[in-house]
């Protein structure tokens, strides 16, 4: 692990989809040899102490020893669902937040979204990333305590939206030119919705 913060971190990797998109099971297909799942894994886990991949229920695979898995609440629930059952059992006050078919996360991006939330105090439970305009809800780094208060209650209330999230959450927006430097080619945002992603 890197540690850009001296901060501990969990990372939730969200990997319970349908991917009814992508015609087959896309966490399993590989780039360079390596699976998605593999690379968003080794991605997150550049600045994070403790792996969380949050599976569909029933879902067996295997993430080996570098990640735990826990099953989402209830299958295909969508990625707010997901996040909440991975922020129930975070072990460190930060999580940071990815998708498992986001197979280009560079660590240098997520140390800052990192580094800007531990700066903003406790006046500030979320950090995401701005591209043309617009605010990206993943990657995401939250606050463990208060995200998993927050995203619990959307949940019960019905809410499936990651954005509904960041509405509710005190969240810091990173511009996009602060951390597009970083990675010029905005790789870190890259995931995989169709084949012809890869």
């Keep these: 692990m890197t540690d850009p913060t001296m901060t501990t971190v969990t990372a939730i990797v969200l990997a ?9 099971d896309k966490l ?10 593999d690379l968003a894994i080794d991605g997150a886990r550049a600045v994070a102490d403790d792996v969380v991949v949050v599976l569909a ?15 989402d609440r209830e299958a295909h629930g969508g990625p707010l669902v ?37 700066a903003a105090g406790d006046g500030v439970a979320a950090v995401i990333l701005e591209q043309r ?33 960041f509405e509710r959450l005190p969240t810091r927006v990173v511009a996009e030119g602060e951390w597009r430097p970083l990675d010029p080619a905005a790789l870190t945002l890259r995931d995989v919705d169709l084949p012809s992603d890869l």
């Design 16 to 24: 319970g989809g349908r991917s009814s998109r992508f015609g087959g």
């Design 57 to 71: 229920p029933g879902d067996a695979r295997i993430v080996g020893d570098r990640a735990r898995t826990v099953a």
């Design 133 to 165: 305009g617009r605010p990206v809800p993943l990657p995401a780094v939250v606050r463990t305590g208060t995200a998993t208060d927050v995203a619990g209650r959307l949940v019960a209330d019905g809410e499936r939206s990651l954005r509904a999230l």
């Design 28 to 37: 399993a297909a590989e780039i360079g040899g390596r699976s998605l799942l």
């Design 82 to 118: 997901g996040l909440a059952a991975g922020l129930e059992v975070a072990a460190e006050p930060i999580a940071l937040a990815v998708g498992g078919d986001m197979p280009s996360l560079d660590p240098d991006v997520l140390g800052l979204m990192v580094r800007t939330l531990v």
